[in-house]
């Protein structure tokens, strides 16, 4: 990496009546120091007592009424960000109510810089190190929007660069406070804002949220993460003015400067994509972040980017990477599961394993298949046979034609997969009820070899029995059976 990966932190003052160093919270957690401070809210490094895990609590600043709208955002943040199962989004630990009834939340200790930060001490960032932090942060949005959750305040601030074990940066989304959340998803969603209330980072917000912060849809984030593009590459939002208010009206009446204008070793693709975000009217925006997770991966030089913009398309879809069935990970069909994304190379082994099943249940059906033939020839042979002998137990006559005739041999195997062999069947009668008597011994299984392949399995292995009336004996076993059945093909739940 190009950027240094821990800037140091400024001095943050705690406010009068917060909870300072060695102080406990909520009865478990030992305060370590001050993390940041907003308007409303701070966030504290502390120790679980038990655990000795180290975390980071978020609560209210002492002045700001635990009840009310501040306190609700609280909980709408934790809700939001549960629900999102992306290793972008900071994990939610605990939620609780302090004895003051302000509520908190405990969230993994993230350890590194928000991307505003690192562009204030270090300038405008490496062109594949800016597609980088922003395609990774897309696949986060990507997890939220199809959950019908849309931010509503992405900016560089709210974007976390940590460091995995390996030393690979890992971009996380913060604070989903403001987030617009659809009916249904953890709850009822009551709406926080009015529709004149503005609530974000006006230079990161798109001109229709600038108009009403209720009206807005997924395309508001995607206006918000092609402004963050321009001021990683640039070190400014594509809008600024004196005050917010001449902010908002450039950013509703004016057309943004071109990228290249301030960034001369941009691509015209790198251009072209962050100034599609920037159009005014949603429309012409791209229609989601998995497309503009491509156009900014075409325009870097990295096959990570790549890679993770594959993810990005696969989460929008509600294909989870890991996914191994049809009712896993948000596949809607098993064709679906059936099929891996393009560009998928680290679950081979999942997909191999649900193409077999459909090789398997394709050998099943030509089996049966067979074994209807070679019932059908049993039959016709038996009833030739008791026209010139005049009769014989039937299941005498089958046994015989299974031991000693080559293309009746697999009915040997049918009759022992289905069980022992029952009493010899009732003297026959006319031919024609011979024929049908044997037709129903031989009757085709369920349909359970053209259900989907994640259907569950019958209690049965073998190929279902036919009633005591009409079942053939079992013959014993010859040299001249057919060889058995390959491992697996019957006995194998799925």
């Not at 549960?82 to 004895?99: A, T």
């Not at 990774?136 to 019908?148: D, K, P, R, W, Y």
């Given at each position: ?7 140091p932190?400024?001095?943050?003052e705690?406010p009068?009546?917060a909870p300072g ?5 909520a009865g478990k957690?030992v305060v370590?120091?001050v993390?940041?401070m907003?308007g409303?809210?701070?966030?504290l490094?502390?120790?679980?007592v038990?655990l000795?895990?180290?975390?980071a609590?978020?609560?209210?600043l ?10 609700a955002r609280f909980i709408?943040?934790a809700?939001a ?5 992306s ?11 302090l ?5 908190y939340i405990v ?6 810089c928000?991307?505003g930060?690192?562009?204030e ?5 490496p ?7 922003v395609?990774q942060a897309?696949?986060?949005i990507?997890a939220?929007?199809?959950?019908g959750?849309?931010?509503?305040d992405?900016?560089?601030g709210n ?13 996380k ?5 403001i987030?617009?959340?659809?009916e249904g998803?953890g709850g ?15 230079a990161?917000?798109?001109p229709e ?8 849809d997924?395309?508001a ?11 990683l590459l640039?070190g400014?939002?594509?809008?600024d ?6 902010v908002s009206?450039?950013?509703i009446?004016?057309?943004p400067p ?5 960034r ?5 693709e ?6 599609r975000?920037?159009?005014k009217e949603p429309d012409?925006r791209f229609a989601d ?5 491509r156009a900014?991966a075409?325009?870097?030089n990295?096959?990570s ?5 594959e993810r990005?398309a696969?989460?929008a879809a509600?294909i989870a990477?890991?996914?191994v069935s049809?009712?896993?990970a ?7 599961a059936?099929?891996?994304?393009a560009?998928?190379?680290?679950t081979?082994?999942?997909?191999g394993?649900?193409?077999g099943?459909e090789e398997r249940s394709?050998?099943?059906t030509?089996?049966v298949a067979?074994l209807?033939l070679?019932?059908?020839?049993a ?8 026209s010139?002998s ?9 046994g015989?034609a299974a031991?000693?005739a080559?293309p009746?041999?697999p009915?040997s195997?049918?009759a022992s997969?289905s069980g022992?062999?029952?009493a010899?069947?009732?003297?026959p009668?006319p031919a024609?009820?011979?024929v049908s008597?044997r037709?129903r ?5 369920p ?15 073998g190929?279902p029995?036919a009633s005591?009336?009409s ?7 010859s040299?001249s ?7 697996g ?6």
């Amino acid at each position: 990496m190009t950027t240094p990966p821990h800037p140091p932190a400024r001095p943050v003052e705690l406010p009068p009546g917060a909870p300072g160093p060695g102080e406990l919270v909520a009865g478990k957690y030992v305060v370590e120091r001050v993390l940041g401070m907003g308007g409303m809210g701070l966030v504290l490094a502390a120790r679980h007592v038990d655990l000795d895990e180290r975390v980071a609590i978020k609560m209210l600043l002492p002045h700001v009424p635990p009840q009310g709208e501040p306190a609700a955002r609280f909980i709408r943040e934790a809700r939001a960000a549960i629900k999102i199962r992306s290793e972008h989004v900071v994990r939610v630990l605990d939620v609780g109510r302090l004895e003051t009834g302000a509520p908190y939340i405990v969230m993994e200790y993230l350890d590194g810089c928000d991307l505003g930060q690192l562009v204030e001490r270090s300038g405008p960032l490496p062109i594949d190190d800016a597609i980088e932090y922003v395609t990774q942060a897309c696949e986060a949005i990507a997890a939220a929007h199809s959950l019908g959750i849309v931010h509503r305040d992405l900016k560089p601030g709210n974007l976390f660069l940590t460091y995995g074990a390996d030393g690979r940066p890992c971009v996380k989304v913060l604070d989903f406070g403001i987030s617009k959340i659809s009916e249904g998803v953890g709850g009822p969603a009551p709406e926080l804002t009015t529709t004149a209330t503005i609530m974000g980072t006006p230079a990161f917000m798109s001109p229709e949220q600038l108009r009403s912060t209720r009206d807005v849809d997924a395309r508001a984030d995607i206006w918000s993460m092609g402004a963050i593009v321009y001021a990683l590459l640039t070190g400014a939002p594509p809008y600024d003015g004196e005050s917010n208010a001449d902010v908002s009206a450039k950013i509703i009446r004016d057309p943004p400067p071109p990228l290249r204008s301030r960034r001369a070793d941009a691509s015209p693709e790198l251009e072209a994509a962050v100034m599609r975000c920037l159009e005014k009217e949603p429309d012409r925006r791209f229609a989601d972040v998995s497309e503009l997770a491509r156009a900014l991966a075409a325009a870097a030089n990295r096959e990570s980017v790549r890679a993770a913009a594959e993810r990005v398309a696969r989460v929008a879809a509600g294909i989870a990477p890991t996914l191994v069935s049809g009712h896993e990970a948000g596949a809607t069909s098993p064709a679906q599961a059936a099929t891996p994304p393009a560009g998928d190379t680290r679950t081979a082994s999942a997909w191999g394993e649900s193409t077999g099943r459909e090789e398997r249940s394709r050998r099943r059906t030509g089996l049966v298949a067979g074994l209807l033939l070679a019932g059908a020839v049993a039959g016709v042979g038996l009833v030739a046979m008791r026209s010139r002998s005049g009769g014989g137990r039937g299941g005498s006559a089958v046994g015989t034609a299974a031991a000693g005739a080559g293309p009746t041999a697999p009915v040997s195997m049918v009759a022992s997969a289905s069980g022992p062999a029952s009493a010899p069947g009732p003297a026959p009668g006319p031919a024609s009820a011979s024929v049908s008597a044997r037709a129903r011994a031989f009757a085709p299984p369920p349909a359970r070899h053209a259900a989907p392949l994640s259907s569950p399995a019958p209690a049965s292995r073998g190929a279902p029995s036919a009633s005591p009336a009409s079942r053939p004996a079992a013959p014993q076993p010859s040299a001249s059976a057919a060889k058995p059945a390959p491992a697996g093909l019957f006995d194998r739940r799925e």
